[in-house]
Protein backbone atom coordinates (compact mmCIF):
# COMPACT_ATOMS: atom_id res chain seq x y z
CA UNK A 1 0.00 0.00 0.00
CA UNK A 2 1.68 3.23 -1.24
CA UNK A 3 1.47 6.57 1.25
CA UNK A 4 -0.15 9.36 0.09
CA UNK A 5 1.38 12.97 0.09
CA UNK A 6 1.32 15.47 3.11
CA UNK A 7 -0.01 18.64 1.52
CA UNK A 8 -0.67 19.85 4.89
CA UNK A 9 2.01 22.12 7.36
CA UNK A 10 4.42 24.20 6.59
CA UNK A 11 6.98 23.94 4.15
CA UNK A 12 9.85 25.41 1.97
CA UNK A 13 9.05 28.83 0.40
CA UNK A 14 5.58 28.68 1.35
CA UNK A 15 3.94 31.93 2.52
CA UNK A 16 4.24 35.85 2.15
CA UNK A 17 7.74 36.90 0.71
CA UNK A 18 9.30 39.20 3.44
CA UNK A 19 8.85 42.99 3.06
CA UNK A 20 12.55 43.21 1.85
CA UNK A 21 11.59 41.14 -0.99
CA UNK A 22 8.76 43.15 -2.41
CA UNK A 23 10.68 45.80 -2.01
CA UNK A 24 13.73 44.63 -4.57
CA UNK A 25 11.11 43.74 -6.83
CA UNK A 26 9.10 47.13 -6.47
CA UNK A 27 12.99 48.97 -7.18
CA UNK A 28 13.22 46.50 -10.22
CA UNK A 29 10.44 47.71 -11.52
CA UNK A 30 10.51 51.15 -10.92
CA UNK A 31 13.91 51.06 -12.66
CA UNK A 32 12.57 49.29 -15.53
CA UNK A 33 10.40 52.58 -15.97
CA UNK A 34 12.30 55.30 -15.35
CA UNK A 35 15.09 53.71 -18.48
CA UNK A 36 11.61 52.98 -20.54
CA UNK A 37 10.56 56.58 -20.15
CA UNK A 38 14.00 58.33 -19.78
CA UNK A 39 12.90 60.21 -16.57
CA UNK A 40 15.09 60.01 -13.35
CA UNK A 41 11.73 60.67 -11.19
CA UNK A 42 9.89 57.94 -9.97
CA UNK A 43 6.61 59.69 -9.48
CA UNK A 44 6.86 60.81 -13.27
CA UNK A 45 8.08 57.12 -14.70
CA UNK A 46 5.09 56.02 -12.89
CA UNK A 47 2.68 58.35 -14.00
CA UNK A 48 3.71 58.33 -17.65
CA UNK A 49 2.91 54.28 -17.67
CA UNK A 50 -0.46 54.64 -16.41
CA UNK A 51 -1.23 57.48 -18.82
CA UNK A 52 0.62 55.24 -21.22
CA UNK A 53 -0.20 51.46 -20.97
CA UNK A 54 -3.12 51.41 -18.33
CA UNK A 55 -5.16 53.49 -19.60
CA UNK A 56 -5.47 52.53 -23.01
CA UNK A 57 -6.89 49.25 -22.21
CA UNK A 58 -10.37 48.13 -20.02
CA UNK A 59 -8.67 45.92 -17.82
CA UNK A 60 -5.79 48.77 -16.96
CA UNK A 61 -8.64 51.47 -16.39
CA UNK A 62 -10.39 49.06 -14.32
CA UNK A 63 -7.66 47.91 -12.28
CA UNK A 64 -7.15 51.50 -11.68
CA UNK A 65 -10.51 52.25 -10.60
CA UNK A 66 -10.14 49.08 -8.24
CA UNK A 67 -7.21 50.36 -6.55
CA UNK A 68 -8.59 53.69 -6.05
CA UNK A 69 -12.38 52.68 -5.10
CA UNK A 70 -11.66 49.38 -3.99
CA UNK A 71 -13.10 46.23 -5.56
CA UNK A 72 -16.65 46.27 -5.55
CA UNK A 73 -18.28 43.31 -2.87
CA UNK A 74 -19.37 40.25 -5.07
CA UNK A 75 -23.30 39.55 -4.32
CA UNK A 76 -24.69 36.23 -4.00
CA UNK A 77 -28.19 35.87 -4.69
CA UNK A 78 -30.06 32.70 -2.71
CA UNK A 79 -33.69 31.99 -3.85
CA UNK A 80 -35.66 29.69 -2.75
CA UNK A 81 -37.89 27.41 -5.05
CA UNK A 82 -39.86 26.35 -2.04
CA UNK A 83 -41.87 29.57 -1.62
CA UNK A 84 -45.22 27.86 -0.85
CA UNK A 85 -44.44 25.76 2.16
CA UNK A 86 -42.32 27.84 4.75
CA UNK A 87 -41.62 23.88 6.44
CA UNK A 88 -39.66 21.03 4.33
CA UNK A 89 -41.32 18.19 5.35
CA UNK A 90 -39.09 14.93 5.75
CA UNK A 91 -39.39 13.68 2.17
CA UNK A 92 -38.81 16.83 0.63
CA UNK A 93 -35.33 17.05 2.93
CA UNK A 94 -34.39 13.56 1.39
CA UNK A 95 -35.32 14.15 -2.19
CA UNK A 96 -32.92 17.54 -2.28
CA UNK A 97 -30.02 15.66 -0.02
CA UNK A 98 -30.23 12.93 -2.80
CA UNK A 99 -30.44 15.62 -5.62
CA UNK A 100 -27.32 17.35 -3.90
CA UNK A 101 -25.60 13.73 -3.07
CA UNK A 102 -26.36 12.47 -7.32
CA UNK A 103 -24.81 16.21 -8.54
CA UNK A 104 -21.37 16.22 -6.58
Known sequence: MEEKKQRGGARKGAGRKSVSEEQKVNNLFVTALKELYNTEIE???KITFIKDT????????LFIAEHIFGKAPQEVTQTNFNIE???LDDN??????DTLNDAY
Open 43 to 45: EQA
Open 54 to 61: LMDSQRGQ
Open 85 to 87: TKD
Open 92 to 97: EIKRIK
